[in-house]
């Protein structure tokens, strides 16, 4: 197994979070196995405070991005679904929110890498909804 790389350089440290942020995870299929495959490409590549990452990619609202901002960006733009939260009602069901790579990127933790913790994460997302700026794939 090679080594992880730590997500620790990949931090935004200076950034604070507004509770009632908007948390968008992206369109990959939000399902158990769908969110459990995400998880699992973090925990093979990066660790966090020496242990492998289990987490997701979201995006959330910033100062300068606001949800239609993030849905038609680079990263959403190409996702036909979405689904919406608050990030306190991530971080209130116990999962953790890291500001990684380039915002409005975060990273949501979770405890293990197991169909338990995907559940839970799923019932807090709430419903899985289209994506009005979706533009297919440039091939």
Request: proline share 6%; net charge neutral; aromatic share 8%.
């Given at each position: 197994?090679?080594?992880?790389?730590?997500?620790?350089?990949?931090?935004?440290?200076?950034?604070?979070?507004?509770?009632?942020?908007?948390?968008?995870?992206?369109?990959?299929?939000?399902?158990?196995?769908?969110?459990?495959?995400?998880?699992?490409?973090?925990?093979?590549?990066?660790?966090?405070?020496?242990?492998?990452?289990?987490?997701?990619?979201?995006?959330?609202?910033?100062?300068?991005?606001?949800?239609?901002?993030?849905?038609?960006?680079?990263r959403l733009r190409t996702?036909?679904?979405?689904?919406?939260?608050?990030?306190?009602?991530?971080?209130?069901?116990?999962?953790?929110?890291?500001?990684?790579?380039?915002?409005?990127?975060?990273?949501?933790?979770?405890?293990?890498?197991?169909?338990?913790?995907?559940?839970?994460?799923?019932?807090?997302?709430?419903?899985?909804?289209?994506?009005?700026?979706?533009v297919r794939r440039q091939?």
């Amino acid at each position: 197994m090679s080594e992880l790389e730590p997500i620790e350089s990949h931090l935004r440290t200076r950034e604070v979070l507004d509770p009632d942020s908007s948390l968008v995870i992206r369109g990959w299929p939000l399902t158990i196995d769908g969110l459990l495959r995400n998880a699992d490409a973090a925990r093979r590549r990066y660790s966090f405070r020496g242990r492998p990452l289990v987490a997701i990619s979201a995006e959330v609202t910033l100062e300068g991005w606001d949800v239609d901002a993030i849905l038609s960006g680079p990263r959403l733009r190409t996702r036909r679904s979405y689904a919406l939260v608050a990030a306190n009602e991530v971080v209130d069901a116990g999962f953790g929110l890291l500001p990684t790579f380039s915002a409005p990127h975060y990273s949501v933790v979770m405890a293990n890498y197991t169909e338990d913790q995907a559940h839970r994460l799923i019932s807090v997302l709430g419903e899985v909804v289209p994506n009005p700026y979706h533009v297919r794939r440039q091939s």
